[in-house]
């Protein structure tokens, strides 16, 4: 399986990337979200995240291998945990992503089914079927920062987001939450441990 594809950006429509990787030229599709990160990168070497699937009837014996790309393993992981939905699909889930990640896991822990209704083929139904499924799923993504972190700095988000449930877990709410912890993340200052945020969160809040 192709997890990961480096190459000039030849072309972009309006739902693939068409990618030259050697002797070859890959098509690869993208949800909304994504063409618009690479619309200033036509010509340009890019890399993306990329997950296969057929696409086509068994029965007939046409089916066609198909890449989707993204811009980090964040965003792909979330894509798959979309796809996981019953009444989703890989078709239908590439069609509806046109907010960024972060922006739909906000509405998906917020239990905000108006929001999620209005992304395209996504009906109330299915905006229901989506937050009872991945609504306790959605703290990484709703913190998400668009870009791919070093390690150091990766493990520090796994504290921010074990944070963020613990403070859940006290009772405050999902949106007071990830604000706190928005706030101390800002202030530059570097974290281990979840008590550390914490500490610091109920230090600052003395002030």
Do not use: W
Request: charged share 30%.
């Amino acid at each position: 399986m192709i997890t990961r594809i480096t190459g000039r950006l030849v072309r972009l429509d309006s739902d693939a990337a068409v990618i030259a990787a050697g002797a070859f030229e890959y098509e690869v599709f993208v949800p909304e979200f994504v063409r618009r990160q690479l619309q200033g990168s036509i010509g340009d070497e890019v890399t993306l995240r990329t997950i296969e699937y057929l696409e086509g009837n068994p029965a007939r014996g046409n089916l066609i291998p198909r890449m989707i790309g993204f811009m980090s393993d964040v965003e792909r992981e979330f894509f798959d945990a979309i796809c996981s939905v019953d009444g989703v699909g890989v078709r239908k889930a590439l069609r509806a992503m046109v907010r960024p990640v972060r922006d739909v896991a906000v509405a998906i822990e917020e239990q905000d089914i108006k929001q999620l209704s209005a992304l395209p083929g996504i009906g109330a139904a299915i905006a229901e079927r989506i937050v009872a499924k991945l609504r306790r799923k959605m703290a990484k993504f709703a913190l998400l920062i668009q870009r791919e972190l070093p390690p150091e700095e990766a493990a520090e988000r796994g504290v921010f987001n074990d944070a963020y449930e613990a403070l859940v877990a006290l009772g405050h709410s999902a949106p007071d939450a990830r604000d706190k912890i928005e706030r101390i993340a800002s202030s530059g200052r570097r974290f281990k441990s979840v008590e550390e945020v914490l500490d610091e969160i109920y230090r600052t809040q003395e002030k």
